[in-house]
T-cell receptor, first 116, second 111 residues
Framework: GAVVSQHPSRVICKSGTSVKIECRSL??????MFWYRQFPKQSLMLMAT?????????EQGVEKDKFLINHASLTLSTLTVTSAHPEDSSFYIC????????????FGPGTRLTVL | GQNIDQPTEMTATEGAIVQINCTYQ??????LFWYQQHAGEAPTFLSY????GLEEKGRFSSFLSRSKGYSYLLLKELQMKDSASYLC????????????FGTGTKLQVIP
């Protein structure tokens, strides 16, 4: 199957700093990627849909100025958590859909963010 | 909007069969996924249904009834490694066909 990678896998930062998370499709081009957040013992919550070459589409309640998404190429989307606070600590997961194969969505391994 | 419901937890015995139900309400349905997720890991794909009926894949089967807004995941010959969360997710028919997840069902397989 298609492979999606994320970097870093784990990050610890101080409150007030910004953190960038990368999501890459390794063996296919993804015009659309999705960013999810998962708090402990909860399911995945869709944050935004990342579209190559255009602005991301954010879900209701997600602050677009706090969670900056850039989908600069067909293989890379980045999520920047700006001015991170402890409540932003979570598991962030990206996914990408293989073009013309809408039956499956491939997930990255996730990034564990801890804000002190 | 979408509303997806699953039982929170289930327990089953090794070697047995377990059925995990999922009901959904959506304004535009374009397919339903089942994913498995072990603690601390990303979800892995199990199945996809877009038409009514049963899809069988080894020990796992998934059923869909679009008219009832209902799906189930059937796991046979349970193994200890099947202990995980099982996520039902619905794909929207609009725009970017985004996928929305249910709350997940945590399955514990006991000896």
């Amino acid at each position: 199957g298609a492979v999606v990678s994320q970097h870093p896998s784990r990050v610890i930062c101080k409150s007030g700093t910004s953190v960038k998370i990368e999501c890459r499709s390794l063996d296919f081009q993804a015009t659309t990627m999705f960013w999810y957040r998962q708090f402990p013992k909860q399911s995945l919550m869709l944050m935004a849909t990342s579209n190559e070459g255009s602005k991301a589409t954010y879900e209701q309640g997600v602050e677009k100025d706090k969670f900056l998404i850039n989908h600069a190429s067909l293989t890379l989307s980045t999520l920047t958590v700006t001015s991170a606070h402890p409540e932003d600590s979570s598991f962030y997961i990206c996914s990408a859909r293989v073009p013309d194969q809408y039956n499956e969505q491939f997930f990255g391994p996730g990034t564990r963010l801890t804000v002190l | 909007g979408q509303n997806i419901d699953q039982p929170t937890e289930m327990t089953a015995t090794e070697g047995a069969i377990v059925q995990i139900n999922c009901t959904y309400q959506t304004s535009g349905f374009n397919g339903l996924f089942w994913y498995q997720q072990h603690a601390g890991e990303a979800p892995t794909f199990l199945s996809y249904n877009v038409l009514d009926g049963l899809e069988e894949k080894g020990r796992f089967s998934s059923f869909l009834s679009r008219s009832k807004g209902y799906s189930y995941l059937l796991l046979k010959e349970l193994q200890m490694k099947d202990s995980a969360s099982y996520l039902c997710a619905v794909k929207n028919s609009g725009g970017y066909q985004k996928v929305t997840f249910g709350t997940g069902t945590k399955l514990q397989v006991i000896p």
